[in-house]
């Protein structure tokens, strides 16, 4: 195949494909006897036609003649490209003798007293591959290094770079005149290219040169320092012992005014040397760019850089020295690098910096009290109220100093870091013996000022979980009984709606003066909206909530209420004083029943909180010792074997994380030595400094499990038949946002094709990115196109298309052949992610898309089915091994994935097996997928019925 579409391609030319292809006679008048505009137009249609494979050699001389000796720099310019693409060899394969005058013109335009002529003209020279083309412009080149202007003098280095590297036999002087004229140079960007030809063409003069200039390296400019980071990397690389010369050289490129130098620099630095100063000085270099730098991406591509570093034992230590610096990324405004800045801090965290630590998130703690108008400041306050937890369970002793700072989060309007305030306190209460009295003290002055009612239920249940003193269960009573106001509560509030107030809760309407139009005063009395208003603000917390018909608190109440009537009676050895708490109990609980049947709460109360209550009730009056017990100390012991199971699974992730860690290397693995490794061992495809980087932080490099080839087979479309005119396959290659569409187009005919034309279009979330040049295809010729399309969301994308195309010679309509759909997996962009379960519910109730799919499958057995389920949705199960292990006949669990655009879908599993009908019964129930988006939930229910319908084998 010798279409130019196979050929090399340096410059990207657009081509309008309405327009009319010109005949070859029009193209020669216009080029002949046309104004420059003319002839501009021609030059260019003529270039469009020798890229879609015409030959046009009877053109050749008349641009020679009549086109070539103009001085118009456009057409100058369009020239280049055109002596670049057209056929320089007749079919004998020798050199066109036109092309002598060619040459000509070349060695003219290299001595043109204009500088963007040279420098164009130079730069063309880079692309040319004959040498017998070059050889008589070697002096015109040479000349081109001393020109006063610096354009011309980069793009001479560049041209003797690339003819060296291609015929080194035309200037084997090369390296040397490049050194000399590197000594001699000012321009930064002209010894940025000659410093790079000595890279590649002499190292040793480019290492000769930087010994002589080491200590002047802060001059120089970013472009050639970041080409020096490269030469020393390669250098030492290659030849360990160079190290100990050049590695000065790194450090003091630390200190670059370029934020890419220090990047590079850093990088390079800890690829060759696993010191701790060396470490230190790499890590404090990343932690002034995250700091420094505007862009959000860059601080999370070089906060990845400092976790990986963390990840190798040898070097964590070296990190904790460095936790309070990594902390001033917390100035950061975004969340994610808020996240992964606070997530590596807790990593590194040791007793010996664990103090200052707390000491600045409690500041940032206290800082966000005071900002309310970001949007991501709840989610910051949940962050940092998780990382405090993490750090008082780590090391207790911090525990006593982090409470009381938590606690005023319990009055916030936001419920997210409140819950997770109280999750903490949970946990400390049952874990810390000796900070219970504290906790219980500042609960205790908190309660009144709890806005929210979920707080304010599980403020509760801690209270009369740990209330054990007579003294601490009578201050919460006090508690209750200031936050429930007057009981009875509806006799309470129809005489508060009848207007039968005592004279201390009068209401007293406010008067506002106003002046008329007369210029006297006129009263206005707000009596009506103002008395209503003023009930609702002096209504107690709880009140306001019973009020309200959330019962469920009052459910929450009575439990708390019998427990400390329990433990009241077992502290207490007083029976009238027993029996009056208990009395007061229970007249609580019937008030809060009367309320809820009495119809003046919005909503009435519901038959399970109902039937809580009344059992609570029930257990005051009877007073059994085995309920009593349930009441007293089981609750306890199901929270502490619950937190037991937790720390376990904590353990044993901990134990994943530095079995990760450790480096295992077996007694039979073979030594790879450096000097002795050929260029083809080291794996020429592969970026070695990311290699090396990823050994130096001690990260293995990942294997393909499977035969890539096979894997690719599995990826190839086919778009037409057999039998048609014209075959076409795609081969899909997805790179995150990007989908590559490679298409094979065969000519199946015997007569040429012309202007064969892939037109794409999509369904879904996909954009097509530019549309495919047409081509043409000789007889039983094949080609390849290259097709780009964008990603913007998860949803199932439909590529469609056809390919129309002339047959050469003949008279009638394009033709037309139509393509399969390629449909576009979702699975390529979905990722197994976690989350606690209070984001879970969260997510659940936010997400307004469901989709329920009826479980439809030939499974007999729950867990392989949703072992199936799991590996063919890309999903992970955030319910505990534990909790699915046996056999019931029933499964329910929750799955949750993410997607690489950051979009959250959640699924609930509820399957069972119907024992009645067999061993061999399938799997019945029904999946509920949520998503925030509509596309995300269908997609990943048509996912979820493929799946059902392609079983394991």
Known sequence: MTTAAEQPCYTLINIPSDAEPPTELQLKTDLEKGDIRSKTEALKKVIHMILNGEKMPSLLMTIIRFVMPLQDHTIKKLLLIFWEIV????????????????????RKDLQHPNEFIRGSTLRFLCKLKEPELLEPLMPSIRTCLEHRHSYVRRNAVLAIFTIYKNFDTLIPDGPELIHNFLEQEQDASCKRNAFM????????????????????????????????????YKVCHANPSERARFIRCIYNLLNSSSPAVRYEAAGTLVTLSSAPTAIKAAASCYIELIVKESDNNVKLIVLDRLIALKDNPQHERVLQDLVMDILRVLSTPDLEVRKKTLNLALDLVSSRNVEELVLVLKKEVIKTNDITEHEDTDKYRQLLVRTLHSCSIKFPDMAGAVIPVLMEFLSDQNELAAADVLVFVREAIQRFEQLKHVILEKLLEVFPSIKSVKIHRAALWILGEYCTTAEDIQALMHEVRHSLGDIPIVESEMKKAAGDVKEEDEYTPAQQKLLTAEGTYATQSALTATVKKSSEEKRPPLRGFLMDGDFFVGASLATTLTKLAIRYGELVHNAKKHNAFNAECMLIMATIIHLGKSGLATKPITDDDLDRIALCLK??????????????????????????????????????????????????????FMQLVSKAEHGTTEDLFELSLLQAVGTPQKKDAADPQASKLQKVNQLTGFSDPVYAEAYVHVNQYDIVLDVLIVNQTSDTLQSVTLELATLGDLKLVEKPSPIILAPHDFANIKANVKVASTENGIIFGNIVYDVSGAASDRNCVVLNDIHIDIMDYIVPAACSDNEFRQMWAEFEWENKVTVNTSIADLSTYMAHLLKSTNMKCLTPEKALSGECGFMAANLYARSIFGEDVLANLSIEKMIHLGEDSPVQGHIRIRAKSQGMALSMGDKVNMCQKNPPK
Not at 89 to 106: N, Q, R, S
Request: charged share 25%; with cysteine; aromatic share 4%.
């Open 197 to 232: 030809m000595l890279i590649h063409a002499d190292q040793e003069r480019a290492l000769d040169y930087l010994s002589t200039c080491i200590d002047q390296l802060h001059t120089f400019g970013d472009i050639l320092q970041l080409v020096i980071v490269e030469l020393v």
């Open 619 to 672: 257990v005051l009056s009877d007073h059994t010792p085995k309920v009593n017990d349930i009441f007293s100390r089981e609750c306890r012991h199901s929270l502490s074997t619950m937190l037991a199971a937790l720390h376990e699974e904590e353990k044993e992730n901990q134990k994943t994380v530095i079995e990760k860690k450790t480096v295992s290397v077996q007694p039979d693995d073979p030594i790879s």
């Open 87 to 106: 056929p320089k060899t007749g079919p004998d394969g020798k050199m066109l003798h036109e092309f002598i005058l060619v040459c000509d013109a070349y």
